[in-house]
């Protein structure tokens, strides 16, 4: 069965610099999705960035980036130009690329971005 | 474009009594999903359909029912609601074709059983 694990369950950083969320999942399958999701205050999920497993290039959305190991089987955020409107939890997700395509979450980790 | 509607927003019900929990999405996705959300918890899977007529158990489904009669519709049916049940609840839907990969998620429900 695959696993989803972060281990930061809050964390703060200044606006405007730089902070890196931590996921480590495990899995036997080749290939797979991975995804970092955002809810603000909310409750809204909002997708910020996606990887899939067979591209070794780290996707970038914006201010958002990934640390892709696959053989690690670690998926870190990075969060760069801190905003305000950043504050929320943070999931880290799995899902399979074929099968019942299930989506498999961490336990989230709450970021606040200080003034 | 609605995506995925969930109903109602807030709920707060008594031990014992039961209600339906409402899914729509309008973006003609085959799989479906319903969540739950406890502090600290993450978000757990209680069933999910890979289309119309197809059901299966999650992580959590003992106290649920779901059906799926319709692509679009997925309701979540509580039966002898407990206070282990309060809890936010997202329904979700993705379509998996191309690069469409990721899980469209509803507003939630915030459901207190007193």
């Known amino acids: 069965a695959q696993t989803v694990t972060q281990s930061q369950p809050e964390m703060s950083v200044q606006e405007a610099e730089t902070v890196t969320l931590s996921c480590t999942y495990d899995t036997s399958e080749s290939n797979y999705y991975l995804f970092w999701y955002k809810q603000p205050p909310s409750r809204q999920m909002i997708l910020v960035i996606r990887q899939e497993a067979y591209k070794q290039q780290n996707a970038t959305e914006n201010r958002f980036s990934v640390n892709f190991q696959k053989a690690a089987k670690s998926f870190s955020l990075k969060i760069s130009d801190s905003q305000l409107g950043d504050t929320a939890m943070y999931f880290c997700?799995?899902?399979?690329?074929?099968?019942?395509?299930?989506?498999?979450f961490g336990t989230g980790t709450r970021l606040k971005v200080l003034a | 474009n609605a995506g995925v509607t969930q109903t109602p927003k807030f709920r707060i019900l008594k031990i014992g009594q039961s209600m339906t929990l409402q899914c729509t999405q309008d973006m003609n996705h085959n799989y479906m999903y319903w969540y739950r959300q406890d502090p600290g918890m993450g978000l757990k899977l209680i069933y999910y359909?890979?289309?119309?007529?197809?059901?299966d158990k999650g992580e959590v489904p003992n106290g649920y029912n779901v059906s799926r009669s319709t692509t679009e519709d997925f309701p979540l049916r509580l039966e002898l609601a407990a206070p282990s049940q309060t809890s936010v609840y997202f329904c979700?839907?993705?379509?998996?074709?191309?690069?469409?990969?990721?899980?469209?998620f509803g507003q939630g429900t915030r459901l207190t059983v007193v």
């Open positions: 359909s890979v289309g119309a007529g197809i059901t």
């Open positions: 979700a839907s993705s379509s998996r074709t191309g690069r469409n990969t990721e899980a469209f």
């Open positions: 997700a799995f899902s399979t690329t074929s099968g019942t395509y299930k989506y498999i």
